[in-house]
């Protein structure tokens, strides 16, 4: 198991249209990303933090090179976004 931490410095005035685009691309993450087991929003006064679960490191990775992440989540996060998101990968040891 692993787990992608991508943190997002989002003004809360647009949190709800990245709320949106959380939901908008859950469904496709966890049908058609291999390795994908699961997808949380979590929402915090300073920032908004998006926590992916996966069966391997290696899926985690691939998922970030993926078009489905790299042009279409990112595509619709940039305007919203105040700086470059921190993105971690961690191994369930």
């Known amino acids: 198991m692993a787990y992608l ?9 647009d ?10 691309f859950k469904k496709p993450f966890l049908t058609d990303v291999p390795g994908a087991r699961s997808k949380e929003l979590l929402v915090r006064d300073e920032d908004v ?3 992916h679960g996966f069966e ?7 998922y970030l090179a993926s078009d489905l992440f790299t042009a ?3 595509g619709e996060l940039a ?9 971690r990968v961690f191994d369930v040891a």
């Not at 931490?5 to 005035?13: G, H, K, S, V």
């Not at 391997?56 to 691939?62: E, G, I, L, Q």
């Not at 305007?79 to 993105?87: C, E, F, G, H, M």
């Open 56 to 62: 391997s490191v290696t899926h985690a990775n691939d």
């Open 79 to 87: 305007p919203l976004l105040q700086a470059d998101p921190d993105i």
């Open 49 to 51: 933090q998006v926590l």
């Open 15 to 24: 949190r709800a249209a990245a709320a949106g685009v959380y939901s908008k």
């Open 5 to 13: 931490e991508i943190t997002l410095r989002i003004d809360p005035t």
């Open 72 to 74: 279409d989540v990112v």
